[in-house]
């Protein structure tokens, strides 16, 4: 078990604590609220596998954990379960924790809601917001009620999709473990997944076997000692089975949310023909069989067929379908119907490799140019981040902390940030075989200039300007987003703008911002864009980016860790960047070093 899925249980044990009983300040539950949230933050960010402590009877070694709370992280580990959290869903209405879910709810607003207006779900928050009762509560008011069905709407709107990053190590794990039941050959991801979308719908997975139905009767038992295990059996029929995986309280939203995956299975003749169909999307293999039907041919999820029925012409690999079909191999991030049939060179008409396959890998990356470190907000010191980049193949990080107007993620004054120069510079000494670039990630504030003087910002390698505070229109700030932006690309030290539009994916909507103006100033002065791999923002998302790189824009995909485990989300903003069809050359950290600054120093003059 992962250090994430405990701290999840112990945190959802304080949120429902919180709900449940009577918190008042230096009360018993307050105490004890306080001592699961800072358990929970602790294992969260703890080094070492807690499973594997909790083994060796070491839980209590990790500073924050008493005898209670490890007695429960043991029951955890051992069953799948902990008493007191059942207890606690058992006695709270069923819905009543989702409402934890809504930005701006927190356990405090959702405990009021229950107590004070028999609240138990978001049918019932709708009807008090409705009825004005909601903006009646101490210490909410007309502009929380406001942020609050703002909150509901945007759920609502976001469908309860899953996140990219919260389903793709689900079905990895999954596959993994289907891949080791008895006649199975192969599994493969299939869907929107495959195809790299910022969220899911459900999980498709393709498993080549002969005896389907032996398959699925294993797969649905599958034991629950592994991550991650099944929820509940939705079906399981001969061929087929879909089942529920909980997805886990942290990841993007609701609490206790569940994924469905789709779990399929076909003989070796017909896979890659299932692969192409259960691929999707919709639309691409509409156009896909339209393009068959020209040619007096048949497609379906069992293969390529002639018009007159037998045999089959295509089927095993994807790659045969396409090539019958006169197309070179489309990678799965642009099946969309969005111009990869008008994109892709007919394989007869040209021998020169498609467009498509030039596409941007997670191999090319040579550099993520946005992480934070123990300086600001980061879990991790300099030296711990480089380490890891090193191991991963990487040739040079900058290491980009807040600056002084962040004072919530603890945002570096000009006097720390001066010492925080020296001390990169002195890491970049120390550790070698990888550059490690000194960058600041600066705020830029409300009035479109940036958070440190320009004779400081000089003294820096990389800067990335993020918008942070007053992301509304109005209000606070004196420019709109658009203007903001704009200012910040003016400013000859500003390398990129990190996550442009300010969006959390499920969570908050993207900053109104006029792209292609934004696209157009940034291609003129030479400044880039960010992909901001983080599976929370993908920001640039994938028709931005696009519209970026064919404005010319160079594109910079980084994953802006707070700890060096989110250093491997950059494979998120790869896949973003190849649904935006960006090649090695549209994006800066495919760069050597040496061709790294140049083009820093492009800009800078
Ligand atoms: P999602 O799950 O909503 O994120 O999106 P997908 O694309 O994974 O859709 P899903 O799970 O409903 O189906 C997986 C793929 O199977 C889909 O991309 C294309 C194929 N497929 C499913 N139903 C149909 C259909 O009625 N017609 C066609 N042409 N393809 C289908
Ligand atoms: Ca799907
Ligand atoms: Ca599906
Ligand atoms: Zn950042």
Redesign the pocket.
């Known amino acids: 078990m992962y250090n994430g899925e405990i701290s999840r249980a112990l945190a959802r044990i304080a949120d429902l604590l919180e709900i449940d009983g009577d918190t008042a300040s230096g009360s018993r539950v307050a105490f004890r609220v306080n001592s699961y949230r800072r358990a929970a933050r602790t294992i969260k960010d703890h080094a070492q596998d807690v499973a594997a402590l909790a083994a060796t009877g070491k839980l209590m070694t990790i500073p924050g954990i008493g005898k209670g709370t490890a007695e429960r992280i043991q029951q955890f580990l051992e069953t799948g379960h902990i008493d007191e959290l059942d207890a606690l869903q058992a006695k709270l209405p069923e819905e009543l924790p989702a409402l934890l879910g809504i930005s701006g709810m927190g356990p405090k607003k959702v405990a009021l809601v229950y107590r004070e207006l028999s609240v138990e779900g978001f049918d019932d928050l709708k009807r008090v917001i409705a009825s004005g009762e909601l903006a009646k509560l101490p210490g909410l008011g007309v502009a929380s009620v406001k942020r609050i069905s703002e909150g509901i709407a945007f759920l609502e709107s976001s469908g309860g ?1 899953t996140p990219l990053g919260v389903a793709l190590p689900i079905a990895e794990a999954l596959a993994e473990q289907v891949c080791k039941l008895p006649g199975v050959h192969r599994v493969e991801i ?4 495959r195809r790299g ?1 910022e969220t ?3 999980i ?1 997975l393709l498993c080549e076997a002969d005896d389907g139905e032996q398959v699925v009767k294993s797969f649905v038992e599958l034991g629950d000692d592994n991550w991650p295990s099944i929820k509940r059996v939705l079906a399981a029929g001969k061929t087929k089975a879909s089942v529920t995986i909980e997805r886990g309280a942290a990841a993007g939203g609701k609490a206790g949310r569940e994924v469905q995956v ?1 779990l399929r299975v076909v003989p070796a003749e017909s896979f890659g023909a299932a692969w192409q ?6 639309e691409h ?2 156009r896909l069989r339209e393009r068959a039907v020209r040619s007096n041919l048949r497609l379906n999820e069992y293969g390529l067929f002639s018009a007159d029925g037998e045999p089959s012409i295509a089927g095993r690999d994807e790659e045969g379908i396409y090539k019958k079909l006169d197309l070179p191999w489309i990678p799965p991030e642009l099946r969309e119907d969005s111009g990869e049939f008008e994109q892709s060179p007919s394989v007869s008409q040209s021998l020169r490799p498609s467009v498509p396959s030039l596409l941007v890998t997670v191999d090319d990356i040579r550099g993520d140019l946005h992480m934070h470190t123990t300086a600001s907000d980061g879990k991790n010191s300099i030296e711990e981040m480089a380490s890891v980049a090193k191991v991963m193949g990487y040739r040079f990080i900058a290491i980009c902390d807040h600056s002084q107007s962040s004072t919530i993620a603890n945002g570096l004054s000009i006097k720390r940030m001066e010492a925080q120069i020296v001390a990169v510079r002195e890491a970049n000494e120390r550790v070698a075989g990888i550059e490690i670039l000194v960058g600041t990630e600066c705020d830029i504030l409300p009035n479109g200039s940036l958070d440190y003087p320009d004779d400081l910002l000089a003294q820096t390698d990389w800067v990335v300007a993020s918008v942070h505070s007053a992301m509304g229109s109005g209000g606070r700030a004196k420019l709109d987003p658009t203007e903001r932006t704009l200012a910040a690309i003016e400013n000859r030290w500003v390398s990129v703008i990190g996550h442009p539009t300010g969006r959390l994916i499920n969570r908050r909507a993207a900053m109104e911002i006029d792209m292609a103006a934004v696209v157009k100033a940034a291609s003129a002065s030479k400044t880039m864009l960010e992909i901001n791999a983080s599976w929370r923002r993908l920001d640039l998302k994938d028709m931005h980016a696009r519209q970026a790189i064919e404005a010319g824009v160079t594109l910079s995909i980084n994953t802006d860790a707070h700890h060096v485990e989110q250093l491997s989300q950059m494979r998120y903003g790869v896949m973003t960047a190849r649904r935006a069809r960006a090649r090695p050359q549209d994006v800066v950290n495919t760069m050597t070093v040496a061709a790294l600054k140049k083009r820093i120093a492009a800009k800078r003059g």
């Open positions: 999709r299939a869907g929107s997944l979308q899911i719908g459900d498709d789709d169909y259960f691929t999707g999307s919709k293999n509409v």
